[in-house]
């Protein structure tokens, strides 16, 4: 609805950060560089809390509590005095929304962003359910990266935690740990560092088709993902490689994939003590399709040229080993098998799946995957 005289107004959180001034700068330079009137929206946790215990005028003794960040109110004085004055109107933020094309949710902690949009009974505040009101208006853009990406899901939205761990011990519907508490003895019951976490109730519900996760491919988390689809008994699940956006129209489910590396899909996902095991598709930049909250309905493949540029590895659990290794089920092999300390995992493809190669990637539609854990003993 903006003209082309106007310059698109997005308002960017920060409110995933422990320090939330500390990326203001890289969101309004990198934002105006793509021709938006970028707009810091200041409200986070710490704002939520001051606010209700009516204590705005001391904000940073709320975020030593609540986030661990010290003498914000020295560093960034200018900054920081915004964010006071906005905890003192009480309201302002409803003006911003309203003059707002967009909202662009940054990342880091996906729990912290939910809990400054969606209240201790997991009912969503006014702010969010205006945002909710502008989307289905078609009024609102809303995106995010990382964690701001992850909360944007009504499905179980996950928090923290690694493949190794996912398919060793399972997940956990809890907060995610504490940054270091591994260090001074404060994780959790039953939760480590490497935990897989998860919010049941999802998070900020602006995402009805599946949970969320990025920096997918880079960081090996197919593992993590498809053990929370099987946890949870989620039909979908996406994973979003980086440098990489994924543009859905949420009223149909159409989607288009953009960037420089792929998305991976995750269907009827299932479980077992040491083990998970789902169907798979794995689209490239430059396809599209229709998605439902059950499955992809559609795919039309990419049939780029972009080709990636890291090195070739073979390990799943930290990194691209599953999608290089992929490669050659666009080839004349059915099924491939790979091992990574006591990990094994097996992809295949049958009559029922469909590939194509796209910048020297493997592109699948109904592939098979499964991971184990399987220490030596019981090989």
């Not at 310059?7 to 560089?33: E, N, W």
């Not at 705005?56 to 914000?72: I, K, P, T």
């Not at 996902?269 to 083990?275: R, V």
């Not at 795919?299 to 040229?305: I, L, N, Y």
């Amino acid at each position: 609805n903006v003209s082309n005289e106007e310059k698109p107004v997005v308002y960017f959180s920060t409110a995933g950060y422990r320090d939330p001034y500390s990326r203001i700068d890289f969101y309004q330079s990198t934002l105006s560089q793509l021709g938006l009137e970028a707009r810091w929206l200041p409200l986070d946790e710490a704002v939520i809390a001051a606010r209700a215990e009516n204590r705005c005028s001391e904000l940073n003794s709320v975020q030593e509590e609540l986030f661990g960040a010290y003498d914000r109110n020295r560093v960034y004085r200018d900054d920081y005095q915004r964010q006071v004055e906005f905890c003192k109107s009480g309201d302002a933020e409803y003006e911003m929304l309203a003059n707002a094309d967009a909202v662009f949710f940054a990342g880091n902690n996906a729990n912290q962003i939910r809990n400054a949009f969606v209240k201790d009974d997991n009912s969503p505040s006014e702010l969010l359910r205006m945002m909710v009101a502008r989307v289905q208006q078609k009024k609102l853009v809303v995106g995010g990266t990382s964690a701001g990406t992850a909360v944007l899901t009504a499905k179980p939205m996950i928090s923290n935690g690694t493949t190794a761990s996912a398919i060793k011990n399972g997940s956990v519907a809890t907060n995610p740990p504490p940054f270091g508490c591994d260090l001074d003895n404060t994780c959790p019951a039953n939760t480590g560092p490497d935990t897989l976490t998860y919010h049941p109730f999802g998070g900020l519900s602006l995402f009805h088709f599946a949970s969320l996760d990025t920096h997918f491919s880079e960081r090996g988390r197919h593992g993590r993902l498809v053990r929370l689809a099987a946890d949870s008994t989620t039909p979908l699940s996406i994973g979003i490689d980086e440098n990489t956006a994924m543009l859905v129209n949420l009223e149909k489910g159409d989607f288009d994939i953009i960037g420089e590396r792929g998305v991976f899909f995750v269907e009827n996902a299932q479980g077992a003590a040491n083990a998970v095991a789902a169907t798979f598709h794995y689209l490239v930049a430059g396809a599209s399709g229709m998605m439902s909250p059950f499955g992809i309905q559609t795919a039309e493949f990419a049939d780029g040229s972009n080709i990636v540029q890291s090195e070739p590895t073979t390990n799943f659990l930290t990194d691209r080993g599953l999608i290089d290794s992929m490669r050659v089920l666009c080839g004349d092999r059915k099924e491939m098998t790979l091992i990574n300390k006591e990990y094994r995992l097996v992809a295949q493809i049958d009559d029922s799946s469909r590939t194509a190669t796209a910048g020297g990637e493997c592109q699948i539609i109904n592939g098979k995957i499964g991971m184990a854990y399987q220490p030596e003993e019981q090989l």
